[in-house]
């Protein structure tokens, strides 16, 4: 059961193996010797240790899909506490997945390497660990927390992380870049992926006007127009996976484009993860359109039955929003996806 220091009118987290982890940081950073590392690792194992226990005994054996997972944890807002409840158990469960994945690869060699990424780590899960007690087991009215983090990238972090990422040569050590700052460049790299293969699934290179320039209000029109697709029980785009992840993904990345609100590094883990679907081939060949077998190693194995009319409706899509709009079609030997028939 955790344990509260009782403070005037209010509570706060009593773990003394974050307490520790915390203690032994800041020696570690005054000091990096291979001691200090040692020590810092063995006080890492026993916080990840109790939290790995820690989430277990509340989440009592249960699991969810990434479809569940996808459909709540990547919002910025909910409808009513029950919603809220759920993403706090569901980010519990994603962040006992990502605390015992670091768990295997954190090592003395490398301890110092993820020395933002643990520190923020740690603020993120203090902050798990308190909603969960006040909101869903309702162990106590109110909780303070013993740290925080800006939950906003500014214009000077972004200029940080270009400037990082474009000098990245000049660094001898991880230990010299500033993480905290990169890694969401990560989230940038997510969004354009997942524009690029929605063009490229549908099968054009662009959109332009009656100039013959690219239209900017189209960059995502791609998965716009597959959701709207595959609502239809005749939907001629056949997934292997669950495809409202993927644009419950997109919408995310988005999101994080206009507002540069920096999600817990447990729920970018599952992000990551779970886009690998868009590039897991598990056939041995699919019969296409020309009669022959293909067998693609670069994409899933999305299927497309009666192309042309596909092309013709996302033209029609297209201008229905913006008229007097022109595809650059790819030939179809070039398009993601298999096409079955045109």
Known sequence: MIQFEKQINNNVLDIPELKEL???????????????????LEKLNSFFDWYVSYCKSNLKGKTYSQKNISQLVLKLSFKNQQHWNEYLTKSLFLSLEYVKYLKNVVTIKNIGAFDHTLS???????????????????????????????KNLSPTDLFSAVRTLFRIEEFSKME?????????VVMFQIRQLLEVYGRELIGYYAINDKNGLPVKKFTQVSWEFIKEEVKSKKSRIKFPFDVQMIIDINRWTNNFVHTTYLHSSYIQYFVLKAIGVLFASKSKGI???????????????????????????????LNNKIPNTFVEWMPTNKVGAYIISE
């Open 176 to 184: 010299e870049l500033y993480l905290r700052d990169l890694k969401p």
């Open 22 to 40: 915390r203690n032994q940081d800041w020696k570690f950073r005054t000091k990096k010797t291979y001691y200090h590392k040692k020590k810092l």
């Open 287 to 317: 019969k296409i359109y020309t009669g022959k077998i293909s067998n693609r190693f670069d994409i899933a194995d999305i299927e497309i039955t009666n192309y042309n009319s596909l092309k013709t409706d996302f033209e029609q899509y």
């Open 120 to 150: 923020s780590l740690e603020i993120d899960l203090e902050w798990l660990i308190a909603s969960y007690e006040v909101d869903v087991k309702k162990t106590v009215k109110s909780i303070s927390l013993n740290s925080g983090r800006r």
